[in-house]
């Protein structure tokens, strides 16, 4: 597992969503002990072998990791492009190979 800081620059591709967290501090004496209020903090919410993971953030990191995602984004529309091109290559070939068999016969 990578413990990430605040102080570690943050990844250049991230999958995943941001999610914002609400809960308490645990300190006796806060407001959030005492009220429904709670504390909120930005977090990357993520998927791991069918699991929920959550990776708490520090406020300064939230457009990077914005970015990051946009990053993963657009890269896998981009590589579902280029497969849903070579499905329709393959196919367009197979069927011409189809028909050149047909006429051979
Ligand atoms: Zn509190």
Redesign the pocket.
Known sequence: MNSMTSKTRVPRMLRGSLVTLRR????PN????TTE???EAPALSYSDQGRTRVVMLAESDVAAVTAALERYRAAKAELAEQAATGLAALSERVAADRATRRKGR
């Not at 806060?30 to 002990?33: D, F, G």
């Open positions: 308490r501090c645990g300190k806060c407001h959030c002990a209020q709670r504390h």
